[in-house]
């Protein structure tokens, strides 16, 4: 990655309830929505995942529209408008064959700060 990664990044992530009222049968293309994304964000030049957080073992349900989130991805990014790329992707990542895209089933916020380091003491 020849670009400096200036910002730190959290993708906060909610499953929303549309994704809980579709028949088990109509799941995977969500998914398979969800996972082009996740690797489209993994190759992206100007982004670097730090780490993911999934609690969806221990939440059941939808997540609303505010914490506490599904999932989490900590990324380090370029810019801003890298940042906004992923937070697009959500918007343009179509669902199957149908005419809905993934922002329909999963809602994205990004908090963009730098990165905390531990003081020498």
Known sequence: MSRELKHRVMFCLSVQQ????????EVGPVWQGFGNVLK?????????????????ETMVGSSGTNFPWTAYIMADAADRADVVEVCNLFRITPVGETDYRLWKYIRVEARIGRALEVPEL
């Open 40 to 56: 489209s964000i993994h190759e992206m030049e100007g982004i670097n995942i730090v780490g993911m957080f999934d609690d969806d």
């Open 18 to 25: 549309n994704f809980f009222d579709l028949p088990f049968s």
